[in-house]
């Protein structure tokens, strides 16, 4: 999805040069947009992959990530929006993937995310990860608040799951991660349902939520 106002604040987002980040990275990865008011997944950082590709979650993570929305209808752009809240990929002095700071969590996101969000108007977001979490709810313990939902400050309805590298290291948790993806996708027909949206359910294969967009 593309509107004009997204695409200026992209415009804008892909030339930041405003913190140390800039240094680390080859390009900025702004996310792709899927509908408005729809589903927005929010990771925490480029990695290596996403850092050369320039869209998020397109690495072993991201391949898993791209499965669990396939097994519940949903398709990264057509469907879901998939933001990162860090833009630009942080590293080690050896030039590894690093976790985002807490400061660059909160530069970077009210710089940048919170606009995205402010433009898209999700009905659910959903973050992957504790360190995503942890910018919306900063005293949050993933452990706890795993596989539930949340009413955030900003009025958006906010459901938390496991970052997929996590669940790539921890393989006996897929079950786990499979109920939490139909529990994200039951509370998003619901949410759905309350703003006068129907949700029909298509033939296994060809199943997508984007015509009750
Ligand atoms: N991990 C994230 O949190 N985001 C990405 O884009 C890739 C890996």
Redo the contacts with the bound molecule.
């Keep these: 999805m593309s509107d004009d106002e997204l695409a200026k604040l992209t415009e804008k987002i892909i030339i930041c040069e405003s913190c140390h980040l800039k240094d680390s990275r080859t390009q900025v990865?702004p996310g792709i947009y899927g509908p408005k008011n729809g589903l927005c997944i929010i990771?925490?950082?480029?990695?290596y992959?996403?850092d050369k590709q320039g869209e998020?979650?397109?690495?072993r993570?991201?391949k898993l990530l791209d499965n669990m929305l396939s097994d519940i209808g949903l398709e990264r752009r057509k469907d879901v929006s998939?933001l990162?809240v860090v833009k630009c990929r942080p590293t080690t002095e050896k030039k590894e993937n690093r976790t985002p700071t807490n400061s660059e969590l909160k530069f970077c996101g009210e710089k940048w995310l919170f606009k995205q969000l402010k433009l898209l108007s999700p009905k659910l977001i959903v973050t992957?990860?504790s360190?995503?979490l942890r910018f919306f709810i900063p005293s949050a313990a993933v452990t706890k608040y795993v596989g539930k939902s949340y009413d955030t400050d900003h009025g958006i309805k906010l459901f938390v799951t496991y970052?997929p590298?996590y669940i790539l290291r921890n393989y006996n948790l897929m079950e786990v991660y499979n109920e939490h993806f139909e529990d994200m996708k039951k509370l998003y027909v619901t949410i759905l349902n309350q703003n006068g949206i129907t949700f029909k359910e298509k033939p296994s294969e060809q199943k997508s939520l984007t015509d009750f967009l």
């Design positions: 990865v990771g925490e950082a480029p990695g992959n996403e998020p979650f397109v690495g993570s991201g998939i990162n992957v990860g360190i995503a970052h590298a």
